[in-house]
């Protein structure tokens, strides 16, 4: 296998990027790049390619619940864009900094795609400075870029287009492996020290309205950060001044926390059988200890089994408009550590014709407001979209139809 000392050996002359001036097509480097050599040649890019996966092995692993990380939760309107940042310190600043890093990101692709990502910008002297957007596509195809701090973006798959629900996100730097990623870490009060402890930030875009009180996640798994002393750093994840911040530990965590997944959205109309499902909430510990389900919102139900990881109710009757109920799940393990997930199920309203009342059966009450309605009596309450012979309103139809089911036995 490969060491980072390996790749400064194959890579000595080639660390960075050169730069071209947006308007002259002429090299131009920046400050922050002065200095750092000319970029690689692509039997380079090929080799180091070949040699990533053993260099970051966890891009092989799959991504289990021992992988997963909460990244970001994302809600707006369909259609609205979503920029988050990706935050990265030390826990202590006595820890190395990382050289390099791989992740895989997923998501929900029914409620967020990818859009494009940005790692700080490019500056062209009297030109300005611009953002560095990647990937960089043309009618020619899509190309990855560099890092402020010349580290190599590579992706998997590399065209956008390609990432559906997950896709894989290196940086390594292909010349000096002792640059770090940035230098960012944790004070005495648990606070960012550092301006580059943003490293890039993503874009997505929503495919649906997402409410807040449900989010979209995009979840990170399979984490690799490396040093030139090895591979030896533990993430969490954490929130830190309103940002989610990945905080890099020397030090195993003596129990990290749980993972709950509440399952997909479920579309289904009243009087269904609906059965939740957290059966792939885990534990990276092995030990997930609790399992809660609570509703939070909508129609009131009865819900089975509700500390178990399938808990089960009867959706109850709606209006014509239907509704929609929401339910929190909350998972612990055995260290005192929690995570909580929710999931929306839109209940969808069945029309019962005839059923006057919208009650949901059929009984005299209907067969007596269709009979006042006939009357030109008052008939508060007329489900009018029950009508069953066009005219838009209860009526005798209505009330004739009612009496018969009755009569052989209905209710």
């Not at 009618?139 to 990432?163: F, Q």
Request: charged share 15%; hydrophobic share 40%; proline share 8%.
């Amino acid at each position: 296998m490969p060491s980072v000392r390996t790749l400064a050996g194959i890579f000595p002359l080639f660390p960075g990027p050169t730069h071209f001036s947006p308007r002259t097509g002429t090299p131009s480097t920046s400050v922050a790049e002065k200095g750092k050599g000319m970029r690689p040649r692509p039997w380079q890019i090929l080799l180091i390619c070949a040699l990533l996966p053993p260099l970051f092995p966890g891009q092989a692993r799959a991504a289990a619940c021992d992988a997963m990380h909460r990244l970001w939760d994302l809600s707006g309107a369909s259609g609205q864009e979503v920029t988050v940042p990706f935050v990265l310190a030390r826990k202590t600043q006595a820890i190395t900094p990382v050289s390099g890093m791989d992740f895989k990101l997923v998501w929900d692709p029914t409620l967020l795609a990818v859009d494009h990502f940005q790692a700080g910008e490019s500056c062209y002297g009297q030109f300005g400075c611009f953002p560095n957007l990647f990937p960089d596509c043309n009618p020619a195809g899509c190309t990855w870029g560099t890092l402020p701090t010349g580290h190599s973006i590579i992706a998997v798959p590399k065209n956008l287009a390609d990432w559906r629900d997950r896709g894989v996100l290196m940086m390594v730097h292909l010349g000096a492996t002792d640059i770090p990623l940035n230098s960012a870490y944790l004070d005495g009060n648990g606070q960012v020290i550092g301006d580059d402890q943003v490293v890039f930030t993503a874009t997505f875009t929503l495919q649906a309205d997402i409410p807040p009180e449900n989010p979209a996640t995009v979840w990170m798994a399979g984490a690799s950060f490396a040093q030139t002393s090895g591979f030896t750093l533990h993430e969490s994840v954490t929130d830190i001044g309103g940002s989610r911040v990945i905080v890099l530990d020397d030090q195993p965590p003596a129990s990290s926390p749980p993972y709950a997944e509440a399952g997909p959205q479920q579309n289904v109309s009243e009087g269904a059988t609906v059965t939740l499902d957290g059966s792939t909430s885990c534990d990276r510990d092995n030990d997930l200890a609790t399992v809660q389900w609570t509703q939070t919102a909508g129609p009131p139900v009865t819900l089975a089994g509700a500390d178990t990881a399938a808990p089960w109710f009867t959706a109850p009757n709606v209006g014509h408009a239907g509704a929609t109920a929401v339910f929190h799940l909350r998972v612990g393990d055995g260290a005192g550590n929690f995570s909580e997930d929710a999931v929306l199920v839109h209940i969808a309203d069945v029309l019962l014709p005839a059923d006057l009342t919208d009650d949901g059966i059929l009984d005299l009450a209907d067969a007596i407001v269709g009979l006042r309605a006939a009357a030109g009596l008052p008939a508060a309450g007329c489900n009018v979209a029950a009508d069953l012979d066009g005219d838009g309103r209860g009526g005798v139809a209505e009330a004739a139809y009612v009496l018969e089911h009755l009569s052989q036995g209905g209710g």
